[in-house]
C-alpha cells in the first residue's frame, strides 16, 4: 500500500471501514459454509489490523486533545468486539451461533463507525481540529499496519486480546 493512496490518519481508517463493511456484506450474501469462514476470517483479520493501529497510534495521539469519553467508549467497543472476534475465530462456520456472532460484530462495527465517522462531533471531527499531523499519523499507522500484513500472511495474528474489558471466568 502506497501512502499516497490515503491523504491522510482518517482517510485510512475509513478505508478500512469500507472494507470491512463490504466483507460483512459478502458474508451476508454467501451460502456456503467454507466460503462464510474464510469471509468470517478475513474480516477478523482486517479488524485486528485496524483496532491494533488505532489503539497503537491514533487514539494515544489524540489523547488529551479531544473528549476523553469519546477514547474510552471508543477503547471498549474495541474490546466487545475482540471478545466476538476471538469467538469467531475459535469456531467454524457449521457452529451454532456462528452466523449470529458475525452478525452482532457487524452491528457492534456499524456502530463504531458511525460514533468516529460522525460529522461535526465525531471523533474524527474531533481529531480535524486538533494540531495533530495527520499526514504523519498515517504514515506511522501504514508502517504498523504493513508489519501486521506480513506477520498475518506469515504466521497469522495473535488472538485478540481486551485491554479494557476484565473478564471474569464463570
Known amino acids: 500500500m502506497a501512502t499516497d493512496t490515503f491523504t491522510d490518519a482518517i ?25 462464510k469462514q474464510q469471509i468470517a476470517h478475513q474480516i477478523c483479520t482486517e479488524l485486528k489490523i485496524h483496532t491494533s493501529i488505532e489503539e497503537e497510534i491514533f487514539y494515544p495521539a489524540f489523547r488529551g486533545k479531544i473528549e476523553d469519553d469519546t ?22 462456520a457449521e457452529d451454532d451461533f456462528y452466523a449470529a456472532k458475525v452478525k452482532v460484530l457487524s452491528e457492534e462495527i456499524k456502530h463504531h ?9 465525531g471523533m474524527f471531527a474531533q481529531c480535524r481540529k486538533t494540531d495533530v499531523d495527520l499526514v504523519a499519523l498515517r504514515d506511522q499507522m501504514m508502517a504498523r499496519k504493513e508489519e501486521l500484513l506480513a506477520l498475518a500472511k506469515t504466521s497469522g495474528l495473535p488472538a485478540a486480546k481486551p ?3 476484565n ?3 464463570a
Open 71 to 92: 477514547l474510552d467508549e471508543a477503547y471498549v467497543e474495541h474490546d466487545g468486539a475482540k471478545v466476538l472476534i476471538n469467538d469467531i475465530e475459535a469456531g467454524s
Open 167 to 169: 473478564l471474569i471466568a
Open 163 to 165: 485491554s479494557v474489558v
Open 113 to 121: 463507525v458511525h460514533e468516529e465517522e460522525m460529522p461535526s462531533e
Open 11 to 35: 482517510a485510512l481508517l475509513k478505508a478500512d471501514h469500507r472494507k470491512v463493511e463490504e466483507l460483512f456484506d459478502q458474508f451476508e450474501a454467501t451460502k456456503a459454509a467454507t466460503k
